[in-house]
């Protein structure tokens, strides 16, 4: 069990540019998270999903973002016409029906220029 | 809804010293609780859970909390920090019976100095 892992680490992207982040989940963990994290704040959720239906989204989750999870295994977090205020820390989290804990990916940090 | 409140969003204190960092929660319904800490560029690490039962939780690194029903807190302790215990500890809650989304604290960055 390698942990919740997350790709790339860091992502420096100009405005208006389409960025796609990875997220691999603890293998057998059906739940998978996003949430994302600005500087000084907690976390806050973005958008959950149970295998590969999507449950939930927030509605900081704006018509430019778009998270999928084909198969029900890894996730990706796709922010198109990336803006300024994206800057932020993205942390994937994954969890099993039996947990109730979610465990944290290191997470890819965006910087928008 | 659930939202949560840290008291403190700075806590110095000096090494070898006991350390209680604050959280109250507001939920309408049953929830869970959480402590987590993050290190400087890193994901966050479970410290403690609360799910039911008793009161006062024992986690990793010498942390514990109790929580208080009837005052909505979670507050967590250590009674002696030491210089690796500098980090960013988060208090989060989510509704009872699922695994739902957590609702985060703004943080307590806790400094241990020499």
């Known amino acids: 069990d390698t942990g919740v892992s997350q790709d790339p680490r860091h992502k420096i992207t100009k405005r208006g540019q389409n960025v796609t982040f990875r997220c691999d989940p603890i293998?057998?963990?059906?739940?998978l998270y996003w949430y994302r994290q600005t500087l000084g704040q907690g976390p806050e959720f973005l958008t959950y999903f149970q295998n590969e239906a999507q449950l939930e989204k927030s509605r900081l989750l704006s018509d430019r973002f778009s998270a999928e999870r084909p198969k029900g295994s890894f996730s990706t977090l796709e922010i198109q016409r990336t803006e300024q205020g994206d800057s932020a820390m993205y942390l994937c989290?994954?969890?099993?029906?039996?947990?109730?804990?979610?465990?944290f990916g290191q997470g890819t940090r965006l910087t928008v220029v | 809804a659930q939202s949560v409140t840290q008291l403190d969003s700075q806590v110095p204190v000096f090494e070898e010293a006991p350390v209680e960092l604050r959280c109250n929660y507001s939920s309408s319904v049953s929830v869970y609780l959480f402590w987590y800490v993050q290190y400087p560029n890193q994901g966050l690490q479970l410290l403690l859970k609360?799910?039911?039962?008793?009161?006062l939780v024992k986690g990793i690194n010498g942390f514990e909390a109790e929580f208080n029903k009837s005052q909505t807190s979670f507050h967590l302790r250590k009674p002696s920090v030491h210089i690796s215990d500098t980090a960013e500890y988060f208090c989060?809650?989510?509704?009872?019976?699922?695994?739902?989304?957590?609702?985060f604290g703004s943080g307590t960055q806790l400094t241990v100095l020499p």
């Open positions: 293998s057998e963990h059906n739940r």
């Open positions: 989060a809650v989510s509704p009872s019976g699922s695994a739902r989304q957590l609702t």
């Open positions: 989290a994954s969890s099993s029906s039996v947990h109730t804990e979610a465990f």
């Open positions: 609360y799910l039911s039962g008793s009161t």
